[in-house]
């Protein structure tokens, strides 16, 4: 694991409709993440946040996606900061915002890599298009859009598409999900592994198939982790939450097991919401979770 993170804040909630996850970077902050990571001997710099300005959509009325204009700006900025983070030599850590951010930052990213590898660990899929999706929320788009699916808008950041392929995708705690990103994970034959295979199988065994998966192939991993892939129970600060999610000794293992795998190269702890939460207790379980990611061990 690279032993310089940069973190990225992005305050961004106009990907969907529930106000408060744009304070999801300073919770995370203040639930003490920048002293964890210098504790596991990393050098950390704080980039600050990425600024956000809403822009009056010239289209509104028309367009079926809900702030495409200033979502479309956002994640050019944020793609920006992350390929200078990327060219520094340092490890990309974002904090979110709504999963939207995806856009900007896998963008960023996947321009240095022949074949970048993600891990989407969500509840949901985020592969809905203008046409799929029953909102209109771009936060339920970024994974299609990085296919190079939907919005021309959305699909172009960095002026490039798309930026990963179908097959080096794992998708780990999904349970719902819309008849559209149903019919696209069919079609492109997406590697998804639903409550019921973790259930099934255990956490170990879909971490072991997920990291010799993508082993083969990627050069890079990227980490997308939506806290609402964790149950609410144990997540409850997030716009989403959908019951029956994976625990949160099962999400330490995964990352347990990502941190010995040595393949993770970017990451993003998304959707943290404080207004909806009990005590900051998200923001400081997304903590104890990139201890985890970054090789915090219980010995």
């Known amino acids: ?5 940069s973190i990225i804040g992005v305050p961004m909630d106009l990907g969907q409709n529930r106000r408060g996850v744009d304070m999801g970077p300073s919770a995370i902050r203040y639930a003490g993440i920048v002293e964890k ?3 596991l001997q990393y050098t950390v710099e704080d980039l600050g946040d990425i600024a956000i300005f809403p822009v009056a959509d010239e289209k509104e009325g028309q367009e079926k996606i809900k702030n495409v204009t200033t979502v479309k700006a956002v994640s050019w900025d944020i793609a920006r900061k992350v390929d200078e983070t990327v060219e520094n030599g340092s490890f990309p850590l974002l904090f979110g915002g709504d999963h939207s951010i995806a856009m900007g930052s896998i963008a960023g990213i996947a321009k240095h890599y022949k074949n970048l590898g993600v891990i989407w660990y969500d ?9 799929t999706s029953p909102s209109g929320n771009a936060h339920g788009m970024p994974l299609a859009a990085n296919l190079g699916l939907g919005h021309h808008d959305l699909t172009h950041i960095l002026d490039y598409s798309p ?28 590697k998804v ?25 990627c050069d890079g991993v990227h980490l997308s982790l939506d806290l609402d892939g964790l149950d609410p129970s144990d997540a409850p600060g997030v716009g989403t939450p959908v019951m029956g999610g994976i625990s949160y000794r099962e999400s330490h293992l995964a990352l347990e097991m990502l941190a010995e795998a040595d393949i993770i190269t970017s990451a993003e702890f998304v959707e943290v919401n404080p207004i909806l939460d009990e005590r900051n207790k998200t923001a ?16």
Not at 123 to 131: I, P, Q, R, S, V
Not at 193 to 217: A, F, N, P, Q, W
Not at 284 to 299: C, D, K, N, R
Request: no cysteine; aromatic share 4%; proline share 1%.
């Open 1 to 5: 694991m690279n032993k310089h993170i």
């Open 123 to 131: 509840a949901h899929g985020d592969l809905n298009t203008m046409e």
């Open 37 to 39: 990571l210098e504790a």
């Open 193 to 217: 592994y639903t409550m019921h295979e973790i259930d099934r199988m255990g956490m170990t065994k879909v971490m072991s198939e997920t990291i010799g998966y993508l082993k083969e192939t």
């Open 284 to 299: 400081i379980t997304a903590v104890e979770l990139m201890g985890s990611l970054f090789g915090q061990t219980l010995l």
């Open 163 to 190: 930026k990963v392929k179908p097959e080096n995708i794992v998708i780990i705690g999904a349970r719902s999900l819309d008849e559209g990103e149903k019919q696209l994970i069919k079609e492109k034959n997406i």
